[in-house]
Structure formats: C-alpha cells, structure tokens
C-alpha cells in the first residue's frame, strides 16, 4: 500500500507572461489534516486547482493517487478520483433547497421513469447532514441558512461524490470563534472516518487547533513541510515572508490630536441604539464585539448606506446628512466595507479603474480622464500595497482574494479624506500584507486622518488602535484606552449580560 494518498512532484505552472508554480512538491496522507499556507500570490489556489482540476500542471508535473500516476483534465476526473473543494466563498444556489444544492449536476434518477428521485435525495441529503451533525433539513430554502450553515451544505456536497480527498480553501474566514469550533469537530469527525484533508488557512490558530502537518509555499515554490508541533509563529512568519518580523504589529508613534468626528445618540430601531463615541485626528479607534453586536451596522448607518433614525454625526463640528454616501464622500469620509465582492469592487474592471473610481476628478482635464495619470497613480498605490498582479490592466476578478483586499484599500487611499471607516480591514490577508496594512494606516495617522477600524481580532485591537469602543447586541458596553485594555476586558465587556443603555468605561480607562 503506497505511504501517501496524494503526492504531486515537480509541478509548474505557467500564464502567458507569468510563472506561478515552479518545482512544487505536496504529499498528504491518509487520514491525514494537513494544512496549506502562504502569503496570498504564494500559489496556494493555483496548486489546488490543479489537484481539484480546473487546471493542468505544465508537462513535467506529475501527480499520484495511491502510488499511481494519474491525469487529471477536468473537474469530473477529480470527482471521479474521489477529491473535492469546498471553496471560501460559497457557490450555492440561494433559491432552490438544500438537497438540490447538495446533488446539482449528479441528481438521483428514477432507473425507469427518468425523473428525477426526490424521496431518494432528501433521504441521502439528511442522512450526510446527520453525519455532520447539521440541525436542519434537507427542505430548508438554501438562502435561509447562515454562512456556517452554507459551510457545512458545502461539505456534504463535497461528500455526496464519495470524495477521499476534501479541500477546504479558508473555511473559518467568515465564521465566529463558536461556529470555527463546531467546524474544527466536524473536521476530526470526517477525519476519524479516513477523509483526507487540505485544509488552507491564514489564520495561525486554524493550523495549531485542527493540522497534523503544514506546508509552507512563497513566490510559487515550496518552501517546507513540518508536523504542526515543530513549529511556531516565529518559523511560520519567517517561512512565509522571507523575513523575520520583529514585531507583528508596527510601533505606534502618533500622538492623537483634537476631535475631529462624533457620534452622539445613535439610533436604528432593531440594529442599534444609543451609540456614542468620538474620534481624534491622528487617531486609530478600534470599534469592536461579537458577530452580531452591531459594529458593521452603525458603521452603515455613519456613512450613509443606511439611514438611522435618530442621533447626529458631525465631522469638525458640521451635521452630515443622513442616507447619503455621496455626501459623506464629499464631506471626507471613506469607507471600506465588509463585504468585499458586493461593494467593494467591480469585478470584469481592470485593476487601476478600481483603485482610481472614488477619486477620478483627481485624473480629469475638462471631462476627459488623464489615463497615463490615472494608471501611474494605480500602479504607484499597487506596488505600495504589494498587489501581485502582472500589470494595472489586468482584471480585478483574476486576482486572489487577498490581492483583491489590497485593490480596495488602495482604492480608499486614493481619495482624499479625513476619516477613514476600515471594517475589517485585514480579513483574509496573510501575516506580510496585514503588517503593511497596519504601516499604511499608521501613515495615514502621521498624516491626520481619523480611522475607525472595525475588527474581530482582539490581537489586532490591542496591537493597531489607541482607543477602544465595545458593543454588545447594538450598544456601546465600554470605552476604554488600549494601554487598559486586555483580551478578557474587551471579552468581558463584549458578552456582558443585560448591557447597559449608556456608555460605561472600563477600569483605569
């Protein structure tokens, strides 16, 4: 019996004009979690769309399934090599059942009638959710359920093709720390039952928690691959950047001025409810609290893509209007929304139009864009950002979902503006682009700009902002400054029972 499952040797990988994989080498085991990583651009994606089949290697690649040589042209040869992917963001059809989604393109077929078996297939479809411990049914309306539950929809697709070997490309990205955890037992649970897994993540804590093994690729080529025990976060950040970073977090240096931005009394009946807070120039304020608390609502409501219902934002002492992003825009407020592929980019747009689009008067002469300026003010941020992109031109939707964040914040930092809403800036960034993420927000602080940044990682709150605000089920719980500030403060605050309508300050803040 041959030692790996899977075993990829020599694999290259070329595009007209770019080299992304170039003598990579993979090897999983039966039964085996073994977890991917590296910085976004390393050739993660390309090397599991070649295992999974959307792309062949180059001729001097060769993959082996149970020690034997085999060719994988298509998806359905994966399929019929039993690999399957569960992709970051879901590919369902939000309008049609559970069991539709779970058996689309393989439906159960009545062997005479040639109609389609629906008794067969909410049977088999509830006997997979069972097996993954689903608390739903198989009748459910797809677009009913919450991304944890698409997740495990997902997986049970991926199982309903018998697969061996289950890709799972960032599956905790859009997850809370509680739906991670149940994620992380239905992992074990396929794994005791001889599921191989490739399991790609950003996040340390995903490789500690769930990984046997991890490989590490950078620029294209592999790297290493050691038994999770063996390693640190030093090992891992130097592994995947090149570089030893001294610090995850760069010193703040910037001294906080007079206010410039307030919230007062805030109100949007079912969302949130008296939120207040201030903001000074020179300022990072982290806005933070649990999935669900309100935070990404009131950020919404503050730049105008929503209207709240009672309460004033004043930017240096003038109202803004309400319900008008334009005017916020105008006023100086960026914002850089959660949501990326929804309201963050145009997709079929090259690259430098949607770093340019919130800031084109910038490269207008009488009506007409300057397109030589448009596209040396795109590169110049590109390269500042690190985009990894074979040029400005190329299409946005090209891009790996890490690149495609760079596009957005770079986009925002073309525009001329005071304050700056930043709601999860860094999700689904590597460790190297975080760090240059957090450099060019303290830059903008040198500079004068106001950031609120919104941010589930309390690492991050405590390692980036000057200030902390807490929320809980659509109030403000604590205001406190980041030197008082700790993990269990910020938790305690975050899923306090009964919060109070007012604004309370954590101790010594």
């Given at each position: ?21 170039e003598?990579v080498h ?6 085996e979690?073994?977890?991917?990583m590296?910085e976004n ?16 290697s180059?001729?001097q690649?060769e ?6 040589q ?16 569960v992709?970051?963001h879901?590919t ?6 559970v069991?539709?989604?779970v ?8 062997s ?9 297939m ?15 049914d198989?009748?459910?309306q ?5 991304v944890?539950q ?13 697969a ?11 997850l809370?720390?509680?739906e ?11 794994k ?5 897994i490739?399991?790609?993540s ?19 080529r ?5 038994n ?8 891992m ?7 030893e ?21 805030l109100?949007?009946?079912?969302f949130f ?8 120039r020179g300022?990072i304020?982290a806005?933070?609290?649990l ?16 209207v709240?219902?009672?309460g004033t934002?004043?930017l ?8 008008d992003?334009?005017?916020s ?5 960026g914002?850089?929304?959660?949501d ?10 090259e ?6 689009l919130s ?6 002469i ?16 590109g390269e500042?950002?690190?985009?990894k ?11 790996s979902g ?22 999860e800036?860094t999700?689904?960034?590597d460790?190297g682009?975080?760090y ?11 500079a ?32 406190m400054?980041?030197?008082?500030a700790?993990q ?9 029972q009964?919060?109070?309508s007012?604004q ?6």
């Open positions: 019996m041959a030692e790996y499952i899977l075993q990829l040797k020599n694999i290259h990988k070329s595009f007209p004009g770019i080299k992304v994989l003598d993979f090897e999983l085991l039966p039964g979690i073994h977890a991917l590296g651009g390393a050739g993660k994606s390309t090397l599991i769309k070649i295992i999974s089949g959307v792309h062949q180059d001729r690649g993959i082996y399934l149970d020690g034997k085999v060719y994988i042209r298509s998806p359905l040869d994966a399929q019929a090599l039993g690999i399957a992917a992709h970051q879901v369902s059809f939000p309008d049609l059942s069991a539709e989604n058996f689309i393109g393989h439906e159960k077929i009545h005479f009638a040639k109609v389609i078996d629906w008794k067969a909410h049977k088999q479809a509830n006997d997979l959710l069972e097996r993954l411990d689903a608390k739903f198989s009748r459910v797809m677009g009913s359920l919450s944890a698409q997740q495990i929809v997902e997986i049970a697709k991926a199982l309903s093709t018998n061996r070997i289950l890709i799972m490309d960032e599956p905790t990205a859009a809370t720390s509680q991670s955890e149940d994620l992380y037992g239905i992992i074990r649970g396929l005791q039952k001889g599921v191989s490739i399991f790609i950003h996040r340390f804590e995903d490789m500690y928690t769930i990984a046997d093994r991890v490989t590490v690729m950078r620029d294209g592999y790297v290493n691959t050691w999770v025990p063996e390693v640190n976060d030093n090992t950040v130097v592994a995947m950047v090149g570089r970073l001294v610090q995850f977090f760069p010193k703040r240096d910037v001294k906080p001025g007079e206010e410039i931005f307030r919230v007062e009394g109100c949007r009946t079912g409810k008296d939120v207040s807070f201030t903001l000074r300022e304020l806005l933070t609290g999935v669900g608390s309100g935070r990404t609502e009131v950020c919404e409501a503050i730049f105008g893509v929503t709240y219902d009672e934002v004043t240096n002492g003038q109202s803004l209007h309400r319900g992003p334009a005017a825009i105008g006023a100086g407020i914002y850089l929304p959660e990326r592929h929804k309201q963050g980019l145009v997709l079929p747009w690259i430098s139009k949607n770093i340019t800031g084109l008067d910038q490269f207008t009488r009506g007409w864009i300057d397109l030589k300026k448009e596209n040396a003010a795109a590169k110049t941020l500042k950002l690190g985009i992109a074979q040029s400005v031109y190329d299409r946005v939707s090209t891009l890490g690149n495609q964040q760079k596009v957005i914040v770079a986009k925002l930092l073309n525009s001329d503006m005071k304050v700056l809403i930043l709601d800036p999700k689904g960034v460790v682009a975080k240059s993420i957090y450099e060019i927000m303290n830059e903008l602080a040198a004068g700009y106001g950031i609120i940044m919104v941010s589930s990682e309390l690492p991050e709150v405590l390692g980036v902002s000057d200030r902390v605000v807490v929320m809980k089920e659509g109030r403000v719980t604590a205001t400054d980041v030197k008082e700790t269990e403060t910020i938790l305690r605050y975050a899923a306090i009964n919060p109070p007012v309370v300050k954590a101790p010594g803040a």
